[in-house]
């Protein structure tokens, strides 16, 4: 146990008190011997720093108070790193928890000897008011270019609540931007991804909480993903790095040019594959591709083979997409996953949707998964609502994962000429359980 590395954990605090204690109790809660928590509170008028000064008591070889005014989450957090004596960082807001001996794996995978700098387990989101609630964060990490490359996905794919590195990584990264406000995050990471990998655990290690008053319900979607843009370009290197000319042409191809053409040629393609002119079809696929190869593979060849490939081959050959939510206006993915706690005196479950059709997007099966195993699954040949549900009788009082999958999915953008990237399959309209 004495070898164990010192863990330091600094915790911005403003004025989230209804919260805080659930955060902190969730570090005690880690059974880590070598910890270090750094609550750096910037003048909270509510309940906070009296909540903080009880954990101070009550562990006072772990959690030190620093009551200070600041500028801002960024310096609070500054601040917090440089109080820190810990050999691993990490920061988690004042209403994140971590799960359970989260610690202990943390200290187990990070090791500079293997070059694992930076890790970063999977998180929930939880809360209230949001779509986003029982769902996870994305978290995936390619390369540096794909995680500066924000407008191919629409969204940050690193959850920050379950992201830690070594202090070798901050000496030679530096701390957060005071002067950014919103997306602080995502700049640090890009920081990060620029000298290091980010090693991914397949392991559930915080929860990210949503609600009003958090600064990721203060603006849409596409506010965030503007700033996270102007964010990336900060992290393109000058014009004589191939690294900034690969950013600015794939962001210029990506979201500005090339989509007409490509669209023109995409529903010529798809007009030849149904009257079986084969020659005329792969001239217009080749046309797409050479304007737009996402389109080509998202609405000509994903579109073609999940129609036509059965089995555990549609499986291999059907994209997953990392957000496994429901957007605000009602639509669903591909995938659709959710944590349900199943009440005591449920009997069945139920999912009411609707299938929509848009061009090609037309015949495809539909399935209800509970705990991995399919309870129900549907064809969809004609436009409408539709129910799907399983027996839950079984299950009662337990927490379950959900999944509904979807044979197929289309792209607004590509479809419609929409600025809109999602992956898009049926509308959720409502969920609900049965009782005895």
Known sequence: MSNLPTISIVVPSFNQGQYLRETLQSLVDQEYPALEVIIQDGGSRDDSVAIAQEFVQAYPGVFRLFAEKDDGQADALNRGFRRATGTILGFLNSDDTLYPRVLHSVAREIDPSRDRHVVMGRSLFTGVNSRYVGVEHPAEYISHFEHLAIWKRGYNTIPQPSVFWHKEVSERCGLLDVNE??????????????????HKVDELWSTYRMHDESKSAQRTEAEVLELSIGVSRKHWGSWLSPLRWRCELSHW?????FSDHARHHAR??????????????????????????KMARDRLVYGWLSQRVPGLLR???????????????????????????????AQTLQYRLEHVPQVRHDRFEVQLLVEGTVADRRLLDDPGQFRLAADVSGLQGQRVHVEIKSGSYFIPREIMGLDDNRELSIKLNEVRFDHI
Not at 181 to 198: E, G, K, N, Q
Not at 253 to 257: D, M
């Open 315 to 345: 499986k291999v050959v059907t994209r997953d997409t990392s957000f496994h939510g429901q957007h605000n206006d009602g639509w669903i993915g591909p995938s659709f996953i959710a944590q349900l706690e199943i009440p005591g005196d």
């Open 253 to 257: 191809a990506y979201r500005k040019h």
């Open 268 to 293: 010529r393609a798809e007009q030849a594959f149904r009257q079986r002119k084969l020659l005329s079809a792969m001239w217009e696929l080749l046309m797409t591709t050479l304007y737009s190869p």
């Open 181 to 198: 406000h919103h997306a602080l995050d995502y700049d640090l990471f890009c920081r990060f991804s620029r000298h290091y990998w980010i």
